[in-house]
């Protein structure tokens, strides 16, 4: 399966395992990925206060067949400017992964206790939080 992605893209899109090398870049424009399940979308980057960047974001959603039933795993990834994964925080549906990341914020939506539709923010700095929150009273712990 292909992804269509710039080169700078391509080079993000990194495997949530390990094994980073499994994503491979054909002729710099597209990104081949050996394990169609896995959907990866590039944010943008964390800067730290002098400009530089300290982080690039990406999310990821996995899906894993057992037997007849899909099981779903959903990710916001940090990788350092050696694109290194640095940190992971699994999330407990799609639907709380980020929906933008703008100068160093990272937005949520989420549906209050009256089921209205709002959104919530999270700053990250170059020191990453050791608990991400997608509403006010749900967060998750860092993985890696």
Request: proline share 4%; glycine share 2%.
């Amino acid at each position: 399966m292909f992804y269509s992605c710039s080169l700078h893209i391509a080079l993000l899109c990194l495997s949530s395992n390990s094994n980073q090398s499994s994503w491979r870049i054909e002729n710099n424009l597209s990104l081949v990925n050996p394990k169609p399940n896995i959907k990866t979308q590039q944010l943008g980057v964390i800067k730290t206060a002098n400009g530089q960047v300290a982080f690039y974001v990406t999310t990821q959603f996995e899906t894993v067949q057992a037997a007849i039933v899909l099981h779903g795993h959903s990710w916001v990834c940090f990788y350092d400017v050696q694109r290194r994964l640095v940190a992971r925080y699994e999330v407990g549906s799609p639907d709380e992964l980020p929906i933008k990341l703008v100068r160093n914020t990272l937005y949520f939506s989420y549906y209050d206790k009256n089921k209205l539709k709002k959104t919530f923010t999270q700053s990250v700095n170059a020191k990453l939080p050791d608990a991400l929150c997608v509403a006010p009273d749900d967060c998750y712990t860092r993985k890696k």
